[in-house]
């Protein structure tokens, strides 16, 4: 398996601009998470999903943020309009409920680097 | 809510043990996790303990539970400058499938 794959890997925009990052969870998984890290904060959960559906997005920093689901095999983070304190790095992360493997591991893309100037 | 806190930051010397601990606050755990997140990378799993274990060994790690005082560590053996990341600690239990991520520690070994 490929694994959870991430685009775009870097991404620099300037303050206003639409953003938008985008997620292939590994396939069969029934979870899927969004996290923000930066130096100040660290790893922050953002949202994430059940069987396509969202579940808790009390993460979700303001109304400029939104996700979306449409398939279990995709998912997108949208940012709009940016803002420099945006600047991080995001990833998705995806899981499997059951009783094959370590009960509870995300499995976790490589992360997209965004930059907003 | 449920807390997971560790430092930020440990510096050893090549050849050293690495102890890296971690303190969390839900009673409820029942797994409790290390991730290693390599520069550039996403975090990936490196080890983890059922709440009704107090030690795991696994080659040059050690995991060691304290779970009346809520506390996990993670001990590297022989620590290599390969080994030079952020761990970051993670708890999960009372029947969610969300884990709680600590802020993570960054190792630094030198020389």
């Known amino acids: 398996d490929a694994g959870v794959i991430q685009s775009p890997r870097h991404e620099v925009t300037e303050m206003g601009q639409e953003v938008t990052l985008r997620c292939k969870p590994i396939?069969?998984?029934?979870?899927l998470f969004w996290y923000r890290q930066t130096m100040m904060r660290g790893l922050e959960l953002l949202i994430y999903?059940?069987?396509?559906?969202?579940?808790?997005d009390s993460g979700m920093p303001e109304d400029r943020f939104s996700a979306k689901m449409p398939n279990a095999s995709f998912s997108t983070l949208k940012i709009q309009p940016s803002e420099p304190r945006d600047s991080a790095v995001y990833f998705c992360?995806?899981?499997?409920?059951?009783?094959?493997?370590?009960?509870?591991?995300?499995?976790f893309g490589e992360g997209s680097r965004l930059t907003v100037l | 809510g449920e807390d997971v806190e560790q430092s930020l930051f440990l510096s050893v010397r090549e050849g050293d043990s690495s102890v890296i601990n971690c303190t969390y606050t839900d009673s409820s755990s029942t797994y409790l996790y290390w991730y290693k997140q390599e520069p550039g990378a996403g975090l990936q799993l490196l080890t983890y303990?059922?709440?009704?274990?107090d030690m795991k060994q696994d080659q040059r790690l050690t995991v060691l539970l304290n779970k009346k005082d809520k506390h996990l560590s993670l001990r590297i053996a022989d620590t290599q400058t390969g080994d030079s990341a952020i761990y970051f600690c993670?708890?999960?239990?009372?029947?969610?499938?969300?884990?709680?991520f600590g802020r993570g520690t960054s190792l630094i070994v030198h020389p």
């Open positions: 999903f059940n069987n396509n559906v969202p579940i808790d």
């Open positions: 993670a708890e999960m239990g009372g029947g969610s499938y969300i884990p709680t």
């Open positions: 396939s069969g998984h029934d979870y």
């Open positions: 303990i059922f709440s009704n274990m």
């Open positions: 992360a995806s899981s499997l409920t059951g009783t094959s493997g370590v009960t509870g591991e995300l499995f």
